[in-house]
C-alpha cells in the first residue's frame, strides 16, 4: 500500500492567498483526520470524518478554514484567505474504528504564508 | 488542547543506553498510543495499550500503564542512533477513532 498521500509537499504563498492541501487517505481506512503541527501549539486535530462525515471540527482555528470529503479516497482542507499565522505543517492521517483504531499519517504539507 | 504530558521534554543518551519517557493523562480513556516522528517526517504508530492492560512489549519498545495514575512510560532499550526522534504519547478518550497528543519527548542518540 502507497499508504497516506499528501500534496502538495510544500506550500509557499502570499498572505491573502487561497491554499488547498490535498489528502488520499489508505484505502479501506473509514476514518481520515487533518492536524497541524508548529513549534509553539504542538500537534493540533483540526477535523476529523468518519465514512466522509464530519465529525467534530472543533479545532478548526476559524472561519478561514474548511475542510471536505467527497468521497472515501479524498479530502481537502482550504484556507481562505491565508494569513502569516497559518504557516505549519499539515499532516492527515487515516484509521479504521476498530478494533483498535491506531492512525497512519501521511509525510505532510509544510506551508508558509509569506 | 493536549491531553497527554510527555516527560522529560528532551532526553539525550548514547547508544547502549536504555531511555525512558513518561506520559501523564487527565481524562479517562480507551487506550494509549505512542508514536515516533523522525524530523521533517510523519509520525509513525509504534505501540498501542488498552484500558484494561498493564505492560506491553514490542521488540524493544516496553509500556506501562497505570489507569490508576493515569500515567504511562515507553522504555526503548538498547538504543541506537536511528532511535533518534521525537516520541509522542497519544489518548483515545472515545471510541470514534480521536487521538490526543501530547507535546512530546525528543529524543537524540548518540553514536
Known amino acids: 500500500d502507497a499508504g497516506v498521500i499528501q500534496s502538495p509537499r510544500h506550500e509557499v504563498t502570499e498572505m491573502g492567498q487561497e491554499v488547498t492541501l490535498r489528502c488520499k487517505p489508505i484505502?479501506?481506512?473509514?476514518?481520515l483526520f487533518w492536524y497541524r503541527q508548529t513549534m509553539m501549539r504542538g500537534l493540533e486535530l483540526l477535523i476529523y470524518f468518519n465514512n466522509n462525515v464530519p465529525i467534530d471540527d472543533s479545532g478548526m482555528p476559524e472561519d478561514r478554514f474548511s475542510a471536505k470529503m467527497p468521497n472515501a479516497s479524498f479530502s481537502t482542507l482550504k484556507i481562505q484567505p491565508s494569513e502569516p499565522r497559518d504557516s505549519a505543517v499539515y499532516f492527515c492521517?487515516?484509521?479504521?474504528?476498530?478494533?483498535?483504531?491506531?492512525?497512519?499519517f501521511g509525510p505532510g504539507t509544510r506551508l508558509t504564508v509569506t | 488542547s493536549q491531553q497527554g504530558e510527555e516527560d522529560p521534554q528532551a532526553l539525550s543518551i548514547q547508544e547502549g543506553e536504555n531511555a525512558t519517557m513518561n506520559c501523564s493523562y487527565k481524562?479517562?480513556?480507551?487506550?494509549l498510543q505512542w508514536y515516533r516522528q523522525n524530523s521533517g517526517r510523519g509520525l509513525v504508530h509504534l505501540i498501542l495499550?488498552?484500558?484494561?492492560?498493564r505492560e506491553k512489549h514490542s521488540g524493544r519498545l516496553r509500556v506501562t500503564l497505570d489507569t490508576s495514575k493515569k500515567s504511562s512510560s515507553l522504555l526503548i532499550t538498547a538504543s541506537r542512533a536511528a532511535d533518534t526522534a521525537s516520541y509522542f504519547c497519544a489518548t483515545a478518550p472515545d471510541s470514534w477513532g480521536k487521538l490526543q497528543f501530547g507535546a512530546g519527548t525528543q529524543v537524540v542518540v548518540t553514536p
Open positions: 492521517a487515516s484509521g479504521t474504528r476498530r478494533p483498535d483504531y491506531e492512525q497512519y
Open positions: 481524562t479517562s480513556i480507551n487506550n
Open positions: 484505502s479501506g481506512h473509514n476514518s
Open positions: 495499550i488498552r484500558s484494561n492492560e
